[in-house]
T-cell receptor, first 116, second 115 residues
Framework: AQKVTQAQTEISVVEKEDVTLDCVYETRDTTYYLFWYKQPPSGELVFLIRRNSFDEQNEISGRYSWNFQKSTSSFNFTITASQVVDSAVYFCALRASSGGSYIPTFGRGTSLIVHP | ETGVTQSPTHLIKTRGQQVTLRCSSQSGHNTVSWYQQALGQGPQFIFQYYREEENGRGNFPPRFSGLQFPNYSSELNVNALELDDSALYLC??????????????FGPGTRLTVL
C-alpha cells in the first residue's frame, strides 16, 4: 500500500524567512513518481514539480528547491525568502505501480502562512 | 491553451438525491481523473478515464460512477447522496495514454454540500 505523510499541519513564518515542508512516503514499488502541488484559497491545485524514483537529482526553480532522498523516503520542499503570495496549502503526492494502475496518493497537506 | 474547467462551481443537494458534475479537460489531454477532497484533507482519488474507459479506481463505492466523452470531457455521477459526500470535487486532466503517471492539471473544483 502507498502512503504519504506530511507531518507538519501548519507552518507560520514571517516574510523573507526560509521554510521547508516535509514529505515522507511509503511504497514497495521500485518505480514511482512524486509530486508537489500548491492549493491557494481559490481551491485549484497548481502543479509545482514531478520527480521520478530513478532520478535523485535535486532541483532548484527560482525560490523553490526540492530534496529527494530515497534512503530516507523523503521528498522535501524548501521555499527561500518566503513571500506572502506563498501562503497556501501544499500537498505532496505519490503515484506508484499498485498493480499497474498508478493510483495517486496525496498527503494531508501543510498549510503555510507567510506574514508580512 | 484552455485549462481545465468544471461546472457547476457550487451545488447544494439533499441526502438521497443524485448529482452530476462536469469537467472539460485541458486542450490536447485525453485522460481525466476525479478526486474528492473533504475539508482539511488531501484529495482522494475516485477514478480515472482514458479514451472513454475507466482504467483506475480508488476506494469508492459503485454509487460513484463516471463517463468520458469522445471530446475527452467527463462527468462524475453520485447516486444516493450521503452527508459525508459533502466535499470539493476536483477534476484533473493529463496527456498520454493509459495508466500513466503524466502530470495532472487540476480544475477549480465543484463544492458539493449535502444537507
Amino acid at each position: 500500500a502507498q502512503k504519504v505523510t506530511q507531518a507538519q499541519t501548519e507552518i507560520s513564518v514571517v516574510e523573507k524567512e526560509d521554510v521547508t515542508l516535509d514529505c515522507v512516503y511509503e511504497t514497495r514499488d521500485t518505480t514511482y513518481y512524486l509530486f508537489w502541488y500548491k492549493q491557494p484559497p481559490s481551491g485549484e491545485l497548481v502543479f509545482l514539480i514531478r520527480r521520478n524514483s530513478f532520478d535523485e537529482q535535486n532541483e532548484i526553480s527560482g525560490r523553490y528547491s526540492w530534496n529527494f532522498q530515497k534512503s530516507t523516503s523523503s521528498f522535501n520542499f524548501t521555499i527561500t525568502a518566503s513571500q506572502v503570495v506563498d501562503s497556501a496549502v501544499y500537498f505532496c503526492a505519490l503515484r506508484a505501480s499498485s498493480g499497474g494502475s498508478y493510483i495517486p496518493t496525496f498527503g494531508r497537506g501543510t498549510s503555510l502562512i507567510v506574514h508580512p | 491553451e484552455t485549462g481545465v474547467t468544471q461546472s457547476p462551481t457550487h451545488l447544494i443537494k439533499t441526502r438521497g438525491q443524485q448529482v452530476t458534475l462536469r469537467c472539460s479537460s485541458q486542450s490536447g489531454h485525453n485522460t481525466v481523473s476525479w478526486y474528492q477532497q473533504a475539508l482539511g484533507q488531501g484529495p482522494q482519488f475516485i477514478f480515472q478515464y482514458y479514451r472513454e474507459e475507466e482504467n483506475g479506481r480508488g476506494n469508492f463505492p459503485p454509487r460513484f460512477s463516471g463517463l468520458q466523452f469522445p471530446n475527452y470531457s467527463s462527468e462524475l455521477n453520485v447516486n444516493a447522496l450521503e452527508l459525508d459526500d459533502s466535499a470539493l470535487y476536483l477534476c484533473a486532466s493529463s496527456q498520454g495514454g493509459g495508466p500513466r503517471t503524466d502530470t495532472q492539471y487540476f480544475g477549480p473544483g465543484t463544492r458539493l454540500t449535502v444537507l
